[in-house]
């Protein structure tokens, strides 16, 4: 069993920034897909943002240009840098581990809440 954990959530005002972390217990250089999802009040969870392999990055149209996906892999730290956030941002932010491409399994952090007040 990986555990996930999620930190650095917390209030900032719009145009403010945050900086997410993300660590499991499994070297985050070996971990095949590593991602960042959120939920909105009464929304569905949606990805934020992934990397993949350490070499790909993936973001949704609502975060491009604002966010930035990073892994740290000497300390073993997913982030996700978060400027310039708006009210829309708002929500539970998770971590998502998919250590190898050929297992669909992954495993979920408790998530780290976020709130942009106006």
């Known amino acids: 069993q990986v555990q996930v954990t999620e930190s650095g959530g917390g209030l900032v005002q719009s145009g403010g920034s945050l900086r997410l972390s993300c660590t499991a217990t499994l070297s985050v250089y070996s971990i095949w897909n590593m991602g960042w999802y959120r939920q909105a009040p009464g929304k569905q969870r949606e990805l934020v943002a992934r990397s993949i392999n350490d070499a790909e990055t993936d973001y949704a149209d609502s975060v491009k240009g604002r966010f930035t996906i990073s892994r740290d892999n000497a300390n073993s730290i997913l982030y996700l840098q978060m400027n310039d956030l708006n009210v829309n941002d708002t929500g539970l932010y998770y971590c998502?581990?998919?250590?190898?491409?050929?297992?669909?399994?992954?495993?979920w952090g408790q998530g780290t809440p976020v709130t942009v007040s106006s």
């Open positions: 998502n581990v998919r250590p190898n491409s050929w297992s669909q399994r992954s495993y």
